[in-house]
């Protein structure tokens, strides 16, 4: 899947990634006292688990447990915070993430704002091929860079359809 980064769609900008990482929300069942602080945007309990994967669609990391609220940027400083969870942090590579992490060494964020589109579905919006193109040098580096994350996406599809 390495040959996936060198293709003229993501190599150069892309040569030095090793993976992308998100959050996803699993159903949980807790006990009724603790219901409030698992129930999400979901509308029921769920445990939010942080992972990492390779190109290969191989899970590399995975620290689960945390409750629904909690936001995926708490649980990745928490993760940088705390040695012993053994949290992948690139020296000389780095991971795409997406916008609810922050953009700091090892892993890259796309740009963010409201007139700058990232995910894919954005770029399908549009009468005309013009209106569907990407506009500039950061709409057309997020279209590349969420095609690349979309890797976890996948991944975590395959794994909650076993």
């Known amino acids: 899947m390495m040959k996936y980064l060198h293709n003229s769609r993501h ?7 090793i993976g992308a990482i998100d959050g ?3 159903k949980a069942s807790v006990q009724e006292h603790e219901q409030a602080k698992y129930i999400g945007r979901k509308g029921y309990a ?3 688990i942080m992972a990492a994967c390779d190109f290969n669609m191989c899970f590399t ?7 629904g609220t909690a936001h995926d940027t708490r649980i990745f400083l928490e993760a940088l915070r705390k040695p012993e969870v053994k949290f992948p942090r690139p020296t000389d590579k780095y991971y795409v993430v997406d916008v609810g ?12 704002g409201n007139d700058v589109r990232y995910h894919i579905p954005d770029f ?3 009468q005309t091929a013009a209106q569907r193109a990407p506009k500039g040098l950061k709409e057309t580096f997020n279209y590349y860079h ?3 994350r979309n890797v976890i996406e996948r991944t975590f599809g395959v794994w909650k359809a076993r």
């Not at 190599?11 to 990634?17: L, S």
């Not at 990391?61 to 409750?67: L, S, V």
């Not at 992490?101 to 963010?112: F, Q």
């Open 11 to 17: 190599y150069p900008m892309f040569k030095d990634c």
């Open 24 to 26: 996803t929300h699993v």
């Open 46 to 48: 769920t445990r939010n």
């Open 61 to 67: 990391f995975a620290w689960a447990g945390w409750e």
């Open 101 to 112: 992490y922050p953009n700091t060494r090892g892993y890259l964020a796309p740009y963010n």
């Open 124 to 126: 399908r919006r549009g």
């Open 146 to 148: 969420s095609s690349l």
